[in-house]
C-alpha cells in the first residue's frame, strides 16, 4: 500500500492565504474565534491557533492540521480564558509547514505582551531580516510576519499605534493583521487593501475576520470593512480608528472574486455570490457554447457556472459529486488506478453526462494537470462533446501578495496559446473570460483591484528574492533559492542581492 498526500492534486489551483479573527467583550472569547476559524477553513489548512487574554496573561494553543483536530479537545478552551481572543488558520506563502511557523505568534517584551496573526506577504521580508539579524536579532521561525514582533519591540513610539506606524513605515507589501495585547484588539489592513477585512458584532462582542462568513456562523452583524490603511482599536474606551502613515491606490485581490471566498462572504463590500453570478453571465456573453448542459467544477464554479447557463439559456446540471471528506493523505492500493487523485476527489454522474454536449465552468487554470485527468473521466462518463469555459483570464504570472502561485515556468499559460491549452486539456474547445469582462463583473465604487497574476503589471514592485522558502536558507544555501527564484525573475521584477547567510537559531 502507499501513502499519498491529497495536496497533490490541489497544486492546479492557486493555494489559498490564510485566514484571521478576533473577538472582544466575550467571556469566550475564545470559543468565538474556533467558531470562526472552523468557517474559514478554506483559507488555511495546514495549521490554526488561539491565542487569548485574560487581562493580565495571554494564553496560546497552536497545532498542525484542520481546525477541528487542533482544538478536539474542549478542554482546551479552560486553558484560553479572557473577553479577547485572536486566530489564525494557516496556509504558508513564506516559510516552511512546521509547528513553529504557526500563528498566532506570541511574545514578550518591554511593553508587554503582544500577539499577531497576518494574512499577506512582504515584498522587503529578507533585505529587513538580514538587517535585523546583523543588529543581532535571533528569529525562531522563518515567517515575515516575525519581523512585525522585532520592529515593534525596536520601536521608540510612547503607545501601539505609534509602534504599528513605525512598524509599516518599514515593511512593505500586502497585509491584514489582528493583534492582542493585555487589553486590546487591534486590526490593521495595508494601504492597497489586497487582503480582505471586515468587521461585525454581536450584541456587546465586536468581531474581526477575513470573510463575514464567520459573523454569520456567529449569528452576529456585518458592520463595514476595515479600510485599506486603517487601525482599529478596540479596548475598554470603545472603538477608535487611526492611520498608517502610508498611502496608496487601492489594490484589492481581485482574486478573492474568483476562487479564494466562500461564496456566502461579503469581501471589499460587495457579495462574492454576486460576482461570481456576473463572471459566469459575462463569460457566456463573451464565448456562448452550443451544448445541452453547464456544470461546474466543485465547489468554487459552482456560482459562475449557473450564471452561466442563466444568461446562456442553457439547463444547469450537477454532473459532478466532490468528495469533501478526504484528508490531507490517504491509502491507496499498489496496483494502479488511474486518476486516482481526481477521482478521489470528484466523481461524475454518468447518467447526467452520457451522449450530452457539456459546457464544463472551471474558475481558473494553473498547471492544467488536474482539470485534464477531470475531463478524462467525463469522457469516459460519455460525455459526447467537453466545451471548457474558464470564469478568469489566463493566469500568466506569479503572485506576490499573498497566494502561493508556482513560478512562471509552472503557469500553463505563461507558455502556451489558449489553443495548445486546449489541445493538452483533450477538450473540443477552450475559452477564457477577458480582463475587460473581469473587471465588469466586480464593483469599483472603493477603488482599483490587483490584477498582476492576469497581465504582470504589479501594483508594489519586489525589493527581494521572492520565494516561499527563501527565509529558510539556515545554512547559507541562498544558492539554491537564487537558482529557484531565476524562475519566476522573468520580467526583471525581483531584484536578487548577494549576501553571506547569517546562521539562524532556533
Known amino acids: 500500500m502507499n501513502v499519498t498526500s491529497t495536496s497533490s492534486n490541489e497544486l492546479d489551483k492557486p493555494r489559498s492565504n490564510c485566514a484571521i479573527v478576533g473577538a472582544y467583550g466575550n467571556r469566550e472569547a475564545a470559543k468565538l474565534v474556533y467558531l470562526s476559524l472552523y468557517a474559514l477553513q478554506h483559507r488555511g489548512q495546514e495549521s490554526s491557533g488561539i491565542v487569548s487574554s485574560d487581562g493580565e496573561h495571554l494564553h496560546r494553543h497552536a497545532g498542525m492540521g484542520l481546525v477541528t483536530n487542533v482544538f478536539a479537545d474542549a478542554k482546551l478552551f479552560e486553558r484560553l480564558p479572557g473577553k479577547i481572543a485572536i486566530g489564525h488558520n494557516r496556509y504558508s ?7 513553529q511557523n504557526a500563528q498566532p505568534f506570541l511574545t514578550h517584551f518591554k511593553h508587554g505582551a503582544m500577539a499577531v496573526s497576518h494574512n499577506g506577504n512582504f515584498t522587503n521580508a529578507r533585505t529587513l531580516r538580514r538587517q535585523l539579524e546583523d543588529q543581532g536579532s535571533i528569529f525562531q ?24 506606524k513605525d512598524t509599516f513605515n518599514q515593511l512593505k507589501g500586502a497585509y491584514s493583521l489582528v493583534i492582542l495585547t493585555r487589553n486590546k484588539l487591534i486590526a490593521v489592513r495595508d494601504p492597497r ?21 464567520a459573523f454569520d456562523l456567529l449569528d452576529a452583524k456585518y458592520v463595514r470593512e476595515i479600510e485599506p490603511g486603517e487601525i482599529v482599536v478596540l479596548d ?67 456560482t459562475a457556472a449557473l450564471g452561466y447557463a442563466r444568461n446562456s439559456g442553457i439547463k444547469y446540471e450537477i454532473g459532478l459529486i466532490r468528495n469533501h471528506y478526504i484528508g490531507r493523505t490517504f491509502i491507496h492500493p499498489d496496483q494502479s488506478v488511474r486518476d486516482l487523485n481526481v477521482r478521489v476527489k470528484f466523481n461524475p454522474v454518468k447518467g447526467v453526462l452520457n451522449g450530452r454536449r457539456v459546457v464544463v465552468v472551471e474558475d481558473s487554470i494553473v498547471r492544467g494537470t488536474t482539470l485534464r485527468n477531470l475531463v478524462r473521466l467525463l469522457r469516459r462518463a460519455g460525455a459526447k462533446e467537453i466545451h471548457v469555459r474558464i470564469s478568469s483570464p489566463p493566469i500568466v504570472s506569479p503572485c506576490y501578495y499573498g497566494m502561493d502561485f508556482p513560478t512562471k515556468d509552472e503557469l500553463i499559460a505563461a507558455h502556451k496559446s489558449v489553443a495548445q491549452i486546449k489541445d493538452y486539456l483533450e477538450v473540443d474547445s477552450l475559452e477564457y473570460l477577458s480582463l475587460e469582462g473581469l473587471l465588469k463583473s466586480v464593483p469599483h465604487e472603493k477603488g482599483g483591484y490587483c490584477t498582476a497574476c492576469f ?3 504589479y501594483p508594489l514592485i519586489p525589493e527581494d528574492l521572492m520565494d516561499k522558502f527563501a527565509m529558510d536558507d539556515k545554512n547559507g544555501q541562498f544558492d539554491v533559492i537564487v ?21 539562524q537559531t532556533g
Open 236 to 302: 475598554q474606551h470603545g472603538i477608535a480608528s487611526d492611520r498608517l502613515d502610508e498611502k496608496a491606490a487601492r489594490a484589492a485581490c481581485i482574486f478573492e472574486f474568483v476562487y479564494f471566498s466562500r461564496p456566502d462572504s461579503k469581501i471589499f463590500e460587495e457579495n462574492v455570490d454576486r460576482a461570481r453570478r456576473r463572471l459566469g453571465k459575462n463569460l457566456a456573453n463573451e464565448h456562448p457554447a452550443q451544448a445541452d448542459m453547464v456544470i461546474g467544477v466543485p465547489d468554487s464554479s459552482n
Open 483 to 503: 537558482r529557484r527564484a531565476k524562475k519566476q525573475n522573468q520580467n526583471g521584477l525581483v531584484k536578487i542581492t548577494r549576501k553571506p547567510a547569517t546562521k
Open 141 to 164: 521561525t522563518t515567517s515575515d510576519t516575525e519581523l512585525i514582533l522585532h520592529l515593534m519591540a525596536k520601536s521608540q513610539a510612547g503607545d501601539i499605534v505609534g509602534r504599528l
Open 193 to 213: 487593501g489586497w487582503r480582505p477585512l471586515n468587521l461585525g458584532r454581536k450584541r456587546h462582542t465586536w468581531l474581526v475576520a477575513s470573510e463575514t462568513c
Open 455 to 457: 497581465n504582470g503589471q
Open 93 to 99: 506563502t513564506t516559510g516552511s509547514t512546521m509547528l
